[in-house]
Each structure stands twice: as C-alpha cells, then as structure tokens.
C-alpha cells in the first residue's frame, strides 16, 4: 500500500490577516476546508498540520487531523520557505515515530475551494508517471508574461521578460500565436519523499501539471480576498467542504417558504413608547412573487413571531403566512402544512437565518441561508444569498428559482 500523507503547513502569525488559517470563511475555519480535501480523498492515509501555533493546532484535531507537534519559531518567520518545513516535518515522523510516507501532498490553506476529486487526481499522476518527481496544481494563466516587461528605472529602457523562437516581437504578437502559459496554485501539489529527503526540493526536477479549472482559482492574501472567495463558496460550485454535501437546487420546485425575522426583515425592531414595533423590510422582495405562483410556485411565510406585523407584510407581499409558531415547533408545523397542500418535502425550498431554522432546513429539498445568517445556518445550507435578510434577499432567491424554472423549460 503507497503511504501518502497530506501536510498542510499553517503558521500562526499572519500578519497580512491575523489568525486568518483559524478565522471563520464560508462557516468554517480557513483550515478545516484544506484538511477536509485530505480527509475526503480515498488515497491519502494520514493528515498532519504543520504549525508553530498551539490554538492552531487544536483547531486542527477539531477538525481531523493530527498536530503531532509544534513547528520551531526559527522555520515559522515571514520568509520561511516551504522546504524547510516539510523537512522538519518528516524528520520528526522518521525519527519520533519511524514513519516514512511514499508521497507527500502539500494542501495550502489560502486556496481553500478545491474541485472534490482534485487530491486523489494529483496522486494518480504521480503514480502513473514513474519520472515524475512531483504534481502541481495549474490553472490557465489569467497574464500572459510574454507581453510582460523588465523595469530597469524610469529613465532606463524596457527590456522584455521572455524571449519565443519564432517570433521576433513576442509582445506585439497577438496572444493566440503566443505558447500557451499557465500559473501554479496552492491548491495541491503532490510529492515524492525522495524529492523532498534527497534532492532537497518540494519540486525535483520533473514536473508534471494538474490543470485545475480556473474557476476554482484561490488565493487567499487580503480581507478583501477573503469577502471575494466566500461569495465564490457560497455559489453552488462543486467542492470538498468542511460539512455535509451541499444539495442542488430541486428539479421541479413546488414552494418557497420564508422566515421572517431575519429574512422578511432586516432583524431589527424600532419599539415606540406605548411598545409598538416596526420593522424594516425591502419592497423589492415581493417583485416575483406573482410571477412564481403564476408558473407553480406557491411562497409563504413560516415565523415564530407573534407580533400582527407578520401578518400585515405578508398580505402586502401577497402571501399566505402562518406565525406564532413556538420555537421548537417550525419543523411541526412546516411537515403540516406540506402534508395539507400535499406537497413533497424535496420540492420545497426554506430559506432562514437562525438556529429555529435549522429542524425545516433538514425537512425543506433545498436549505438556503441569508448572507448574514448565524454561523451554525450557514454551515447547514445548502445555499447563501449575496443579500442580507431586509434588503431584497427574497427577490434573489425568486430570481434563482425563475432561472432554474427557464432551465427546465428548455
């Protein structure tokens, strides 16, 4: 049996985002979607994380792996190379434990969002090529270096990054005569242990590509990265994650049903002195609703509010709404009502925002989340909204809902 051991390098002291291998993206920490592509791979047999940071390193146990040990500060610096690193790593496992994978798969937490069989792929190609010293991971490059220049100065001449046989000037020629060119990801690497122990290198020599689709390309350095990547988790892509499986959206779609704190509204209340409230909601939310029941759809509301504001939104939206349903009782209540209007369960979509939610999410074929939902709900669903619950939510689900309707007509 080959022995292939996932490693993924986490260092605790970020500084471009701090603790951002710990910090919550899409619902889960940075690092448990890396060792989720590991865990949920069928040829890595064990998965370690590198670290120098001890809260890093039970976060990493929560999720699965292994943090056998803690990672010298003196390999854990700003410009530390990857090498290093994995020497460590394997000299500690050799000698503590007189362990020795075959490969090495390096899994890099800031490409989070990984194709579902992208692991085993890389380790397949390293297996069938018996030149190969690694397998990196690619992706179409999105900036062709040859029409990329060297600054030498200001008041010095450009001179060209690449040269191409052929073509006297690479960087005036259109782009489809040029050689097609490619960029490394993090999203893995594959890696033979004599690569690593005794050509001292997490490449070697012979290379071999992985070419991933560029959809899935990654990388994590910024705050403004991290907002960009979570939308992309959130979109439906197919990718190893952290939690359950995240469902497709149903073929045939019977019925929305609708929280309402939360989802109706923006989940604030403006109370007057005589305890009268108020609420915020979006009128863009009610845009489609006509049209959805026109093609089949009916639209409700679910709440656990008792105030009569549920009621008087819901009949301005047009809608049926049943409210002061208890807390625990949602889930009840929704099987009810499905079973009243005979409607299937995996033809019902629920969308929510809160842990009440939770029991009709398991119920509902299609579970999806609002963009501010708790934590706890957008591990659990299926699918999250770009919108905030109050400000047109509702209309971006009907807008998904209409153009999977126009998907099966045609």
Known sequence: MTEVLALIPARGGSKGIPRKNIRSFAGYPLIAWSIAAAKRSELVTRVIVSTDDAEIA???????AEAPFLRPDEISQDKTTDLPVFEHALKWLEDVEGYRPDIVVQLRPTSPIRPRTMVD????ILLEHKDADCVRGVVPAGQNPFKMWRFNG???????????????????????????VYWQTGHVDAIRDATITQKKSLTGDVIYPLVI???????????????????LAYSGLPMVSPGNPRRDIPQAIKMIICDFDGVVTDNHVITD?????????????????????????????????PNPVVMARAKKMGLEAIHNVGMQDKGRVMREV???KNIKAENV?????????????????????????YPEVLRAADHVLMKNGGHGAIRELC????????????
């Open 399 to 410: 807008e998904i809902v209409l153009q999977q309707l126009s998907k099966k007509e045609k």
């Open 58 to 64: 039970a976060v990493a146990r929560e999720w699965g």
């Open 273 to 305: 002195q005589d305890g009268k409230e108020s609420v915020l909601a979006s009128r863009s939310d009610s845009m489609h609703i006509r049209k959805l029941r026109e093609l089949g759809v009916e639209t409700m509301i679910l709440s656990s509010e």
């Open 121 to 124: 792929d890389a380790v397949r």
């Open 154 to 180: 200001e008041d010095k001449p450009l001179n060209p990054l690449l040269a191409v046989e052929g073509i006297a000037e690479p960087y005036n020629a259109p782009r489809q005569i040029l050689p097609p």
């Open 338 to 340: 499905l079973e009243q």
């Open 213 to 231: 689709d560029p959809k899935y390309t990654v990388d994590i350095d910024t705050l403004p990265d991290w907002a960009k990547y979570e939308a």
């Open 349 to 373: 979509i629920y969308i929510g925002n809160d842990l009440n939610d939770l029991p009709c999410f398991e119920i509902a074929g299609w579970s999806v989340a609002v963009a501010d939902a």
